[in-house]
């Protein structure tokens, strides 16, 4: 099972499962597809959208421990 941090960048994350685009689309990062957002990870996103770095990935690991 993959396990993301709040290192991983989010073009990692997106090719890791675009079943995540949803949680992060939710939260406001409407921007998935841009090139500056590819190479954020997940904390810096996560920060420039007012949202705790922690609880976003654990909703992440837990929707893709969901998955298997």
Known sequence: ???????T???ELLRIDM???PILMNI???CLGCPASQG???EE???VHG???GALV???NNFLEGKN
Do not use: L, R, W
């Not at 099972?1 to 290192?7: C, H, I, P």
């Open 40 to 42: 954020e990870t997940i």
């Open 28 to 30: 406001g990062m409407h």
């Open 45 to 47: 996103a996560a920060m």
């Open 1 to 7: 099972m993959a396990q993301v941090t709040k290192d």
């Open 9 to 11: 960048m989010i073009g």
């Open 51 to 53: 949202i705790d770095p």
């Open 19 to 21: 079943g995540v685009a």
């Open 58 to 60: 654990d909703e992440i």
